[in-house]
């Protein structure tokens, strides 16, 4: 009962047709920045935030999840027509979209992808309904010491899960917190890394400065890698798979969502790894395995499925705990910031409007994402083709004029071409760039649950706390197990000689 | 240590910091090492940051639970994990510096950004956005003068609208402030 009536507190907040323009409007922006090699969905929810900053903040919310969620699906446009993926997660997809093309069914390749993505993507939501709620109740009653061994479990994932070096991602973790503790300390209100500038007493502000990392520094990078060449698309329309066709990929989306959404749960897997392991589970209980890789619906079906349905879970920890598990959840966490907001198990108590309006547009985002996709294609084609040469430096436009709204100030403007010059440089020397932003993101939940729990109790309350200790063992494993892990593959290369 | 954590001090330590970021740069640069040159420079910065960084904290006021406890703890791991990754880009030569691509391109794009941001405080937000995307389309190879024309005026009118005047963010208009 108490869950219908929150649901209808929900729906209230969707009554009219502002809402519904909004949603129409995030998954439109969410297909086309998705679709768009280069940005991710971090990207395009990091841009949009300042456009969102003067509405109420269930409607800016709102706005910012349809685009999270409908960028997963942009991200198979271009994977299964160029086989260039618009978002990471979308490069399992052009193992078999691309395939398809080549045989002549692009339009059935982009149909399964759409259908599979609406699946998954609402499989994902009901699954985030039906943990977030206890998780939060549950939570409630969670201590500093708590939160502060979820925060590091949180990082610790983040880092044992990235791809590439963990030694460096586990460096950019520590860069982010060192910068987090730049500013006001906030409990004992000591003046820290200021060097005496006004400006840096609130720290830097975090919205410019994950536009900086994640737009500027897509766009520095780019250009390095100029070439000048020019995308090109034929222009097809979705065919959605016929009645036979879905019977056959029905159980492949069902179970890629339940795998996706519960790999979305843990801070740090994310999409990309949930896709993949979707595909592979696929492809070992499919009757047809030699097909994937070569044009299989199966495939194409296994990974939207997977990518879309991690946004449900990724959102878990975020709005049942205040903990992002991917880069874009560290987005939306400054975008609740930035609207006085603070997701974890209070915002279900003090604004249910919020969290169960958030619920219900993830749903009809859903919905409203399949029509769009049936009919829009063409033109998500045609705005996808607009030379890079344009694209770019409208980028830079939007990052510079986004971060100057935020506060006004000219200084956060130069924090993000500082923050893109930075994330530039960790790129380019494989330094993954979304840890540098769960570091900032969660320094202080980190350093003032840890503080606070000491004051309160001594170094015992980590020791004491049955649930601390647990969650502090596995994040410390989490932690050595890819180094022990990276060394001995060191090893294993030096002996190979 | 507090005489490092302040005033000259503090000046003292981070040009010792800077000679020794200078000094790993050129032994790289001007050795066999050199394609490693980038991928020993990067920790290197992080761990002068961080030593920088360390210092300043004996400034804080000691106790339990302190200001500078936190701080300290990450930046003895972080310079723990850069000395690491120092060490095994020295031992075992993994990750090569990447290919340098079209890098002048991107530290000219970095020039007009930063020319962007002062000319924003001078000639106001809407001139220097003309100029800037004029210029940048221009850069990045696009030479067609009504599409450069076109998109950077749409940019203007799109920007006037909807931050100008629907979000009322008071952009700075520079020499136009009279006529806004």
Redesign the interface.
């Known amino acids: 009962m108490e869950l219908f009536n929150s649901f209808s507190i929900g729906l209230s907040v969707l009554m009219g047709w502002k809402p519904i323009v909004i949603i129409i409007a995030g998954v439109i922006v969410g297909i086309l920045a998705g679709a768009m090699p280069g940005l991710s969905p971090s990207t395009a929810v990091a841009l949009l935030v300042p456009?969102s900053?003067?509405m109420e903040p269930a409607l800016a919310l709102i706005l910012l999840t349809s685009i999270y969620i409908a960028s997963n699906y942009g991200g198979s446009i271009t994977a299964v027509l160029i086989n260039t993926p618009g978002t990471p997660s979308a490069a399992v997809t052009a193992m078999d979209g691309y395939p398809l093309t080549q045989k002549g069914q692009a339009g059935k390749g982009l149909g399964t992808a759409l259908v599979a993505s609406t699946i998954g993507g609402a499989i994902g939501v009901a699954i985030l309904i039906l943990f977030a709620v206890p998780l939060a109740r549950i939570a409630l009653k969670f201590s500093p010491a708590d939160y502060f061994a979820l925060a590091l479990f949180g990082l610790a994932t983040v880092a044992s899960m990235s791809r590439g070096?963990v030694?460096?991602s586990?460096?950019a973790i520590?860069?982010g917190?060192?910068i987090k503790?730049i500013g006001i300390?906030p409990?004992?209100g000591?003046s820290?890394?200021t060097f005496g500038s006004d400006q840096l007493y609130d720290g830097f502000t975090l919205i410019p400065a994950l536009i900086g990392l994640f737009a500027?520094s897509v766009?520095?990078a780019k250009?390095?890698?100029?070439s000048?060449v020019a995308r090109v698309m034929d222009k097809v329309d979705n065919k959605l798979p016929s009645v036979k066709e879905f019977m056959k990929i029905k159980m492949t989306i069902l179970r890629s969502s339940v795998i996706g959404t519960i790999i979305g749960i843990f801070p740090g897997a994310g999409a990309t790894i949930a896709a993949f392991i979707s595909y592979d589970m696929a492809k070992r209980a499919s009757k047809t395995p030699e097909e994937f890789g070569k044009g299989s619906l199966e495939g194409v079906a296994a990974a939207e499925g997977a990518n879309s349905s991690s946004v449900g879970g990724a959102l878990v920890p975020l709005l049942a705990l205040g903990i992002p598990g991917s880069a874009t959840d560290a987005v939306l966490l400054g975008a609740f910031m930035l609207h006085d907001l603070v997701p974890g198990p209070l915002l279900f108590q003090e604004h249910p409007d919020i969290v169960y309006g958030i619920f219900c547009a993830l749903i009809l985002a859903n919905i409203i994402m399949l029509a769009i996709g049936v009919y829009g294609n063409r033109l998500f084609i045609k705005v996808v083709s607009v030379?890079?040469?344009?694209m770019?430096?409208?980028i830079?436009?939007i990052a510079?004029?986004g971060s100057?709204?935020v506060s006004?100030s000219?200084f956060d403007?130069?924090a993000c071409?500082g923050f893109?010059?930075i994330g530039?440089?960790?790129k380019?020397?494989?330094?993954p760039v979304a840890p540098i932003v769960l570091g900032i993101v969660l320094g202080k939940m980190?350093?003032e649950n840890?503080?606070r729990a000491?004051?309160m109790d001594g170094y015992a309350a980590f020791f004491d706390d049955k649930l601390a200790f647990t969650v502090l063992v596995i994040s410390f494993l989490s932690f050595v197990w890819p180094l022990y892990k990276s060394w001995k593959h060191?090893k294993a290369?030096?002996a190979e000689g | 240590m507090q005489y490092f954590s302040h005033g000259t001090g503090l000046a003292i330590w981070a040009l010792l910091l800077l000679t020794g970021t200078i000094a790993t740069g050129l032994t790289f640069r001007f050795t066999s090492l050199r394609d490693w040159t980038g991928q020993a420079l990067v920790p290197t910065v992080l761990m002068a940051m961080g030593l920088l960084f360390f210092a300043i904290t004996f400034d804080f006021h000691v106790e339990q639970a302190g200001p500078a406890m936190i701080p300290r703890l990450w930046i003895s791991c972080l310079v723990v994990l850069c000395s690491a990754i120092l060490f095994f880009t020295l031992r075992s030569k993994a990750d090569k510096d990447p290919k340098a691509g079209r890098i002048g391109f991107v530290f000219i794009g970095i020039g007009i950004m930063i020319a962007y941001f002062f000319a924003i405080q001078t000639l106001g937000y809407f001139v220097s956005s003309f100029i800037f995307l004029a210029v940048m389309m221009y850069l990045l190879s696009c030479r067609k003068p009504l599409v450069i024309f076109l998109v950077s005026s749409g940019w203007l009118a799109f920007s006037y609208v909807v931050f100008y005047k629907l979000l009322y963010i008071q952009l700075p208009l520079g020499f136009l402030e009279n006529y806004f």
Do not use: C
């Open positions: 456009f900053y003067t070096n030694l460096k586990l460096v520590l860069f917190l060192m503790n300390d409990i004992s000591v820290r890394f500027v766009v520095f250009m390095e890698d100029w000048g030379p890079e040469a344009i770019y430096p409208l830079l436009a510079v004029i100057f709204a006004g000219m403007v130069a071409i893109g010059i530039w440089i960790f380019r020397y494989g330094y980190v350093e840890f503080r000491v004051m060191h290369r030096q």
